[in-house]
């Protein structure tokens, strides 16, 4: 906490010159260092940072114009959402092929899915992110590129399926980019711990008993290929919700991570402080 309030005080510039345009008067720029505390001593700010931390009391967002504790508790279930289907995305398809590839080790469809995997795994989240919006909107004019629902709809009427379904267009792009960070990561770990298990000596034993390749497979090398890849899930976790902000700024998904970033460039602290 400490630190945060030095980097705080250490950044160039104030978030009351956000609240300021080009007819303020002086007095009025006066009555709002004064109303937000600025000119106060460094000591006092500090123990009054202290105290409205600790009480959940952040104060007004001057870039939002709302209460930051409110506006967190509202974007709040959107990063969640995105993120947990995220997460559960990549935690599922990635061990299924990363089953699959150690299974089939040495072919064709190994070494094709492999490397493209390496080489998807080395590209940052920001990219994956262009090169869906590339693929999907410019070119395919398949799925939306930013917000989280169609702004300005038509006036005629929106049923609820209607806009569900315009709600699961524009979540397709970012959670196709942030999922694929999980499944990517968790595929290259479950391949080679795959073909380790396929080399054990219980594995040849239940080939042996005349058991049929899926249940040797899943039964008896998947299930134990599986612990690293859930030790790895616990890291997973922090490169999906790093991804997310790069995401969610990428795709102006009214989350967590873009009310952040936009926090930080506009030096709207009361927002930035209760996400750091």
Request: aromatic letters at 14%; charged letters at 15%.
């Amino acid at each position: 906490m400490t630190i945060i309030f030095g980097l705080i005080q250490a950044t160039p510039g104030d978030f009351i010159s956000a609240m300021i345009g080009p007819e303020t008067t002086q007095d009025q720029i006066d009555a709002l260092y004064e109303q937000w505390g600025v000119n106060d001593p460094l000591w006092q700010q500090y123990i009054d940072y202290m105290i409205n931390y600790q009480t959940l009391e952040f104060g007004r967002s001057p870039f939002y114009g709302e209460d930051a504790a409110d506006l967190i508790i509202r974007r709040l279930p959107r990063t969640l959402t995105l993120f947990g289907a995220a997460f559960l995305i990549g935690y599922v398809v990635g061990p299924l092929v990363g089953m699959y590839l150690g299974w089939w080790r040495g072919t064709r469809k190994d070494k094709s899915v492999f490397a493209g995997g390496l080489l998807m795994f080395s590209m940052p989240a920001f990219w994956i992110a262009w090169l869906g919006i590339w693929l999907f909107n410019y070119n395919l004019g398949v799925f939306p590129s930013r917000y989280m629902f169609t702004q300005f709809p038509s006036f005629e009427s929106w049923t609820i399926l209607r806009t569900i379904t315009d709600v699961l267009r524009h979540i397709a792009l970012p959670l196709g980019s942030l999922a694929f960070v999980g499944w990517v990561g968790s595929m290259l770990v479950m391949r080679p711990n795959m073909i380790n298990v396929t080399e054990q000596d219980y594995v040849f034993l239940a080939h042996a008993k005349g058991l049929s390749e899926r249940t040797v497979m899943i039964k008896h090398a998947a299930r134990n290929a599986l612990l690293p890849v859930a030790t790895q899930a616990i890291v997973g976790i922090a490169f999906i919700i790093d991804g997310s902000v790069i995401i969610e700024q990428v795709f102006s998904w009214p989350g967590i991570g873009l009310t952040l970033v936009d926090a930080v460039f506009n030096n709207d602290y009361p927002s930035a402080d209760p996400i750091r």
